[in-house]
């Protein structure tokens, strides 16, 4: 094997990895657009099988904005998400608050002043 039919061989595997990155990313927008109805659905992918290439630059053409949108929206929700489970294990819950500044107060580390303090902030 030469150097050109390597370097042909990697040019030519870019090139087939890209398009399938792209069907891939076409066909899961596809169906996670809940707008879209099912027959519509089938025909895109109908013509992604018979002419493949015509239709992803197509698609991409005609659908590329709503992608953006849809896939910023996605990551957006999951971040949300995350924050909120975050939040929810991070913060302890108000009664374990109370109960730890009773303990505090009962060994005499804090006063009943401070307790008040800490149980006010802990309902609030």
């Known amino acids: ?19 399938l990155m792209m069907l891939f990313s076409i066909i899961g927008d596809l169906f996670a657009d809940h707008e879209t109805r ?19 630059l197509v698609y991409l053409l005609v659908r590329g904005d709503g992608m953006a949108r849809r896939r910023a929206r996605t990551v957006q929700s999951a971040v949300d998400a995350q924050d909120a489970y975050i939040k929810s294990v991070a913060t302890p819950a108000p009664a374990d608050q109370i109960q730890k500044a009773k303990a505090l107060l009962d060994e005499g580390t804090i006063t009943q002043q401070e307790y008040d303090s800490l149980k006010s902030k802990a309902l609030s």
């Open 38 to 56: 099912g027959i519509v659905k089938v025909v895109w992918v109908v013509f992604l099988l018979v002419v493949p290439l015509l239709t992803a």
């Open 1 to 19: 094997m030469s150097f050109w039919d390597v370097l042909w061989l990697i040019i030519v595997s870019f090139g087939f990895l890209f398009y």
